[in-house]
């Protein structure tokens, strides 16, 4: 049943498949997930928000019973007058200290008042709530189980990639030939669970103070959230970034550049070029320097 539902969100939602390891080699490509303590933590926040949505309703119901129940002996109250050809006698309010007492006599004075069709408007939307309240229990627990599954954090020797979120999807790539900082932090509630995040920074993003629920949204930081392995986590990136800065490995973008880095290129001989592509060139020449000239 889990299951089906799972695959029935994750459809619904869109989320793409499993994230690619980014650039490395294949042998040192290293998955970590959000601590299982995380997800205790978001299911605790799930259930109590459940608890305060049921005590909501059951509140809700007990006041529909008062109220039914006061329209019930107005009812009766007023088939008795009727019957006797004499006026419903007004209950004295008593003292104004008795507030309680003068509650109730208002919700009755107000209950005599009401139409039928409102009590019976009022019940179907207690009835369509508590169907909604029940319907909704499995939905938003997939939903729980699927955003503490939705962690994924991989680093291979020359880049890490990290992708959080269910409804917002976020999926950053970091090389280490940009990465300029990695920390640890970690918070009163995080240190009783066992749990650390661990931020990255890289160059151009020192200037950055992200809070921590809007840290995914600079382009220069990228936080391991919620792990319960934070000290091996920044142990292996800073051990990773010291040999890529050893091998002097750069950029995945300018390997072709590694490439043909000893390459000297042949001379160029004029004699082998067109006269009209040395004239236009000339010319090209010609104009830089007159605009260079009118600027400085």
């Not at 329209?71 to 109250?77: H, K, N």
């Not at 408007?121 to 508590?130: R, Y």
């Amino acid at each position: 049943m889990f299951n089906w539902i799972r695959l029935q969100v994750l459809h619904f939602m869109r989320v793409p498949h499993d994230p690619e390891p980014p650039y490395g080699a294949p042998g040192s490509i290293r998955i970590f997930r959000a601590g299982r303590n995380y997800y205790k933590l978001r299911l605790f926040r799930w259930c109590v928000g459940q608890c305060g949505a049921l005590a909501g309703i059951l509140v809700s119901l007990m006041f529909l019973s008062w109220f039914k129940h006061d329209i019930e002996e107005s009812r009766l109250a007023r088939e008795q007058s009727v019957a006797a050809a004499t006026p419903i006698p007004e209950k004295p309010a008593g003292p104004k200290k008795k507030n309680k007492q003068l509650t109730r006599n208002d919700l009755r004075a107000l209950a005599a008042r009401t139409p039928e069709w409102v009590v019976i408007f009022v019940e179907i939307l207690e009835l369509s709530g508590i169907v909604l309240f029940l319907a909704q229990i499995p939905v938003t627990f997939v939903a729980v189980r699927l955003e503490f599954e939705m962690h994924w954090y991989i680093v291979t020797d020359r880049s890490l990639r990290i992708r959080t979120g269910l409804f917002k999807l976020t999926e950053s790539t970091m090389s280490f030939a940009n990465l300029q900082q990695v920390e640890v932090k970690q918070g009163p509630l995080q240190r009783l669970l066992g749990l650390a995040d661990v931020h990255v920074q890289s160059a151009g993003g020192g200037g950055e103070h992200a809070s921590p629920g809007h840290a995914h949204e600079s382009l220069h930081s990228g936080i391991f959230h919620c792990v319960d392995n934070a000290i091996e986590i920044r142990d292996l990136i800073l051990e990773r970034l010291r040999q890529f800065r050893q091998t002097g490995l750069g950029d995945p973008d300018d390997r072709h550049d590694h490439a043909f880095a000893g390459v000297v290129p042949p001379p160029f001989d004029r004699s082998a070029a067109n006269p009209d592509t040395l004239a236009a060139a000339r010319e090209v020449l010609a104009e830089a320097r007159a605009l260079r000239a009118s600027l400085s």
